[in-house]
């Protein structure tokens, strides 16, 4: 989106997670889970970045951690400049009036006993908006995310899948945040909403100015409506760029992968697609692999282990570049533009 | 797919109510479909459209509630509507067998896989626990769990998402069925391992030969899998072709809509989606005429009064329920 970069809105600076990480008083340790492992990124004003990955490679984890809903073991989250890694909880909670959170499950997420309008108002009421402008903000709200607010005083069921989304956009938007972390927020809806949904979250971004970081697995989805875009494996960033340089020209075995198992909606262009098919499914974050954490996975890997000149051992029953299996790849290139992290990025298979 | 193929499910004019004390809604209405051996069939439509119950009440495996109103579905000459619950539970399985969406919600936790097999194989087949746990090996083999030794005795929470889907898809394989009904059985999984599970069963399909009834609302997995797809909406089918007629000359309003309405990874990436506005209706309040009217880009003012029947437009069996059919051009 931006190339001559202003100030970046939201920084995540080497963020580790590590979920049930005990230690015991004779010092032995249980290892835990290892969901994020250092991930860097930056979110820039008005822009959308895409947070794409399979389960369990630690999106949703990273997302949380932006708010600092989930703390992160190491690591820094600036917003707006500042660094709020160790923000109290009052001055955390004057922040969060400008960051906001849009849930993937519009039945799961909302209070089945709140009418819209106590829904709608809550984080006026939390954050302290006197009483006189809350019926006001809470009405434009509505009227943002195309709901009447004459059906304010209606509940939760009233309404259908993607009515309830948005609502919680609406919820999410009605304190004019600044950045909106949307965790899969159309993957439970049917096709025909999810559009909805989608030009909804283009209309408000193109009125208020407000960065989304929009996580989902959908990559079609995530395309359509991202400027740049991260692909995470197993807790880390191993791909960052622009969308057309993710989507038209990625140089991760992964991404690669990953869009050619995209199925394409035309019978002609669909059956004749080469499909490069991953090994296997995405490991345990509990055992992550040795070197490059992709190379019991990585197609390419083992192709260029087939070459004379490349030094390469054994891992399990197939030859892998030695390079893969002991060295972790950083990843290397401008996140503006486009990076990372492989050892033979450029090489096509 | 060749026309010589013997018809193996053919259900006709099947209507399905849900019953209580005061009402009879119907939510399915005079669904006519059928499948061929060596054939994949792709059932599309939103939530509730009634695209799975028409399997279940085919099956006889829906809801106590749900009655079937009308029609029949024959296979192998016998009507399962007339069957009596004996009669009809030897056909599940052995003819006619369904993988469901959620495998944690369709396994039991507290038995081993290997164990759930060998209670499906039993139950129909006069097998020796050992026979039948050395045939369960061989299935897990068959969906490509690897080490299928070790993880036959396995527990459900043991399994990944694709590798309970598998386990699912073997028990579902156990007795070699002849229509294999896929409902949704990729939609809980990553995109990869949905790539992996559908490349799995059209394996097994043209290794056997038996029928695919995938039901999705995937259209790009409709492409690249099916020969031909009925398109459901408000329980109804409104659209039935082959599948390169349907994606290249669709012929109903509905069908158009929904194909603009889906992102593509291969459009222009500034392509604006269209949605389709309104909700789908209330099944217990249809309007008069076609269904779609009150949704539709191309309605007239007869399409609120007059009522839609599902019409061959051609002589190659592409059927549809819009009275404006040749008006119905593809979304360029």
Not at chain 1, 47 to 60: A, D, H, I, P, R
Not at chain 2, 66 to 95: H, M
Not at chain 2, 120 to 146: D, G, K, N, S, Y
Request: hydrophobic letters at 40%; one cysteine or more.
């Amino acid at each position: 989106m931006t190339h001559t970069a202003p100030a970046p809105l939201l920084e995540l600076k080497h963020i580790c997670k590590t979920f049930n990480d005990t230690m015991s008083w004779r010092g032995r340790s249980s290892k835990g889970v290892q969901a994020v492992d250092d991930a860097t990124l930056s979110l820039y004003p008005n822009e959308t970045l895409g947070l794409v990955g399979e389960t369990g490679s630690g999106k949703s984890t990273l997302g949380r951690i932006a708010l600092r809903l989930i703390e992160p073991s190491s690591g820094c989250v600036r917003f707006e400049g500042q660094d709020i890694t160790h923000l109290s909880a009052r001055l955390m909670r004057e922040k969060r009036q400008r960051m906001q959170m849009v849930f993937q499950d519009p039945y799961g997420s909302l209070d089945p006993r709140m009418s819209v309008d106590k829904l709608v108002s809550e984080p006026l009421i939390v954050h302290n908006i006197p009483a006189v402008q809350r019926q006001e903000k809470m009405h434009a709200a509505l009227r943002q995310v195309g709901l009447d607010p004459s059906l304010a005083h209606r509940y939760p069921h009233e309404f259908s899948g993607g009515q309830r989304q948005r609502i919680g956009i609406a919820r999410a938007m009605v304190l004019d945040p600044t950045l909106l972390v949307l965790d899969e927020p159309v993957s439970a809806l049917d096709v025909s909403i999810q559009a909805q949904v989608l030009n909804l979250l283009h209309e408000i971004q193109a009125r208020t100015r407000v960065s989304y970081l929009f996580i989902a697995h959908d990559l079609s989805v995530v395309r359509h409506i991202s400027h740049r875009v991260a692909v995470m494996y197993l807790g880390r960033i191993v791909e960052i760029g622009t969308r057309d340089a993710i989507y038209t020209r990625p140089k991760h075995p992964y991404t690669v992968s990953l869009l050619s198992a995209v199925p394409i909606p035309d019978p002609d262009t669909e059956r004749t697609r080469k499909r490069i098919p991953l090994i296997g499914e995405i490991g345990s974050a509990n055992n992550t692999p040795s070197g490059c954490r992709f190379h019991p996975r990585c197609p390419r890997a083992r192709e260029i282990a087939q070459q004379p000149h490349i030094a390469k051992q054994k891992v399990g029953v197939v030859d892998i570049p030695v390079l893969c299996a002991t060295q972790d790849p950083a990843l290397l290139g401008s996140d503006q533009e486009h990076a990372c992290a492989c050892h033979f990025p450029h090489d096509t298979l | 797919m060749s026309e010589s193929s013997k018809v193996l499910l053919d259900i006709r004019h099947l209507s399905v109510a849900v019953r209580d004390a005061q009402s009879n809604t119907p939510l399915v209405r005079d669904v006519s479909l059928h499948v061929r051996s060596g054939e994949t069939l792709a059932i599309v439509g939103e939530s509730g459209s009634g695209k799975t119950l028409t399997f279940l009440a085919a099956l006889g495996i829906a809801p106590n509630n749900i009655k079937v109103t009308g029609g029949e579905v024959l296979f192998e000459n016998d009507d399962l509507t007339k069957l009596n619950p004996s009669e009809l539970r030897t056909r599940r399985g052995t003819a006619i067998s369904m993988v469901f969406q959620d495998p944690l919600s369709a396994l039991n936790p507290v038995f081993s896989i290997g164990t759930q097999i060998v209670e499906v194989l039993r139950a129909h087949l006069p097998m020796t626990r050992a026979q039948a746990r050395t045939r369960a090996i061989e299935l897990l083999e068959r969906v490509h769990i690897p080490d299928p030794h070790r993880r036959v005795d396995d527990y459900p929470h043991q399994f990944s998402g694709g590798m309970r889907q598998r386990a699912l898809i073997a028990m579902a394989i156990a007795l070699e069925p002849k229509v294999l009904i896929a409902d949704e059985p990729t939609t809980a999984l990553d995109v990869t391992v949905q790539a992996q599970v559908l490349e799995l069963l059209s394996q097994l399909r043209e290794e056997t030969g038996m029928a695919l009834v995938l039901i999705t609302h995937d259209l790009g997995l409709v492409a690249r899998h099916a020969d031909r797809v009925a398109v459901f909406y408000a329980g109804r089918v409104v659209e039935q072709a082959a599948v390169k007629d349907l994606f290249h000359k669709p012929r109903h309003p509905y069908t158009v809509s929904l194909f603009r309405t889906i992102p593509r990874l291969d459009s222009p990436v500034h392509t604006a989606l269209t949605p389709i506005v309104g909700q789908p209706p209330n099944l217990a309040q249809l309007p008069e005429g076609c269904p779609f009217a009150p949704r539709c880009y191309l309605v007239k003012a007869d399409c609120s009064s007059t009522q839609v029947k599902l019409i061959d437009t051609t002589d190659s069996e592409h059927l549809s329920a819009c009275h404006h059919w040749p008006e119905v051009h593809p979304g360029s």
